[in-house]
């Protein structure tokens, strides 16, 4: 199990990026995919998941409204669209394979613990 984050970069506040997490060695659509966050000196932090099946995507507060989670099963791939960027935004993003078992509700934040299969990290850095 492999998984591959990219899209990340400097982009002004306000402005768009859109994240890739890119697998292989499996197969995407069976799993839950998760995205989580760092930022220096912090945890870290569950920002959204993606169900295996069509129910909601989890998104945790601070991106409701600004990011998108979503899934091109055909390529192997799961995008987070990110809009309306802020400073607080500024982190090292990971993407994260749970057991095949798992399930990711809209309802209930995501823990790093329960996610077993990490991406490398992408840098995103919000600032003019």
């Known amino acids: 199990v492999q998984l591959q984050a990219s899209g990340g970069g400097l982009v002004q506040p306000g402005g768009s990026l859109r994240l890739s997490c890119a697998a292989s060695?499996?197969?995407?659509?069976?799993?839950?995919i998760g995205w989580f966050r760092q930022a220096p000196g912090k945890e870290r932090e569950g920002v959204s998941c993606i169900p295996s099946t069509d129910d909601s995507a989890y998104y945790t507060d601070s991106v409701k409204g600004r990011f998108t989670i979503s899934r091109d099963n055909a390529k192997n791939t799961v995008y987070l669209q990110m809009n309306s960027l802020k400073p607080e935004d500024t982190a090292v993003y990971y993407c994260?394979?749970?057991?095949?078992?798992?399930?990711?509700?809209?309802?209930?934040?995501?823990?790093?613990?329960?996610?077993?299969?990490w991406g490398q990290g992408t840098l995103v850095t919000v600032s003019s």
């Open positions: 060695g499996f197969r995407m659509d069976y799993y839950a």
């Open positions: 994260a394979a749970p057991t095949p078992d798992y399930y990711c509700s809209a309802d209930d934040p995501i823990l790093p613990a329960d996610f077993g299969s």
